[in-house]
């Protein structure tokens, strides 16, 4: 099974409306990553936030991390129609990054 | 600078015929990951090496495949005698060296734009 779960699957907003996706994981990490990808490209790496870290911001993305409740949430303020993308959330399962494992991701539109 | 190229970007073959992707990673990334992602799914992990360290296969799904890294730069994936559950996009990623006791960000992986492959 999966390790990290993102949470909705799909989400639908309007331009300029704040977007949460959460990501839910199953064991002990050492650290967590967000990643996006847009539609037949490559993945494009956008956080990472250390088990010891609770939040973190880059740009219009904040992130956040409960380890007590091994979950993630990331947030985009602000949306423009360009954020239109599937994110993916990444764990190390506590292997110091040997291999990460990825969720379904959650796919975003943001409508003009 | 220039990031991670895979080739070729698109692969369509006949089922039961051998085929092999190739990536070029960032010049100084050590680490190399193989992915898979089938229509709609997240990634899923294949292969990981690792500077001169036996590679991690774990998540390798049959004998049917494998991986090479020569030279410690550029890695081949090979799948043999194909099947239609093989169809999905291929992705590879490289980042810097592992420091299993730093604390920096040493482990962000930047992703090639993937191989497409289709078995008829």
């Known amino acids: 099974s999966q390790q990290g779960e993102e949470d909705p699957q799909a989400l639908s907003i309007q331009e300029g409306e704040n977007a949460t996706m959460n990501c839910s994981y199953k064991?002990?990490?050492?650290?967590l990553q967000w990643y996006r990808q847009n539609s037949g490209r490559g993945l494009v790496h956008l956080i990472l936030i250390r088990s010891n870290e609770r939040e973190k911001h880059s740009g219009r993305l904040r992130v956040t991390l409960d380890t007590s409740k091994k979950s993630s949430s990331l947030l985009i303020t602000a949306s423009r129609a360009a954020d239109t993308a599937s994110y993916f959330c990444?764990?190390?399962?506590?292997?110091?990054?040997?291999?990460?494992?990825f969720g379904p991701g959650t796919r975003l539109s943001v409508l003009p | 600078g220039a990031g991670v190229s895979q080739s070729p970007s698109n692969k369509v073959t006949e089922k039961g015929k051998d085929v092999e992707l190739r990536c070029d990673p960032i010049?100084?990334?050590?680490?190399l990951y193989w992915y898979r992602q089938s229509l709609g799914q997240g990634l899923e992990f294949l292969i990981y090496f690792q500077g001169n360290s036996a590679p991690d296969k774990s998540g390798l799904p049959s004998d049917r495949f494998s991986a090479e890294r020569t030279g410690g730069s550029v890695s081949t994936l090979t799948i043999q005698r194909t099947q239609q559950e093989d169809s999905a996009v291929y992705l590879c990623?490289?980042?810097?060296?592992?420091?299993?006791?730093?604390?920096?960000?040493?482990?962000?992986?930047?992703f090639g734009p993937g191989t497409r492959l289709t078995v008829l």
């Open positions: 990623a490289s980042s810097l060296a592992l420091s299993v006791n730093s604390r920096r960000s040493y482990n962000e992986q930047f």
């Open positions: 064991t002990s990490i050492n650290n």
């Open positions: 990444a764990t190390d399962e506590n292997n110091y990054g040997q291999n990460f494992v």
């Open positions: 010049s100084g990334h050590t680490a």
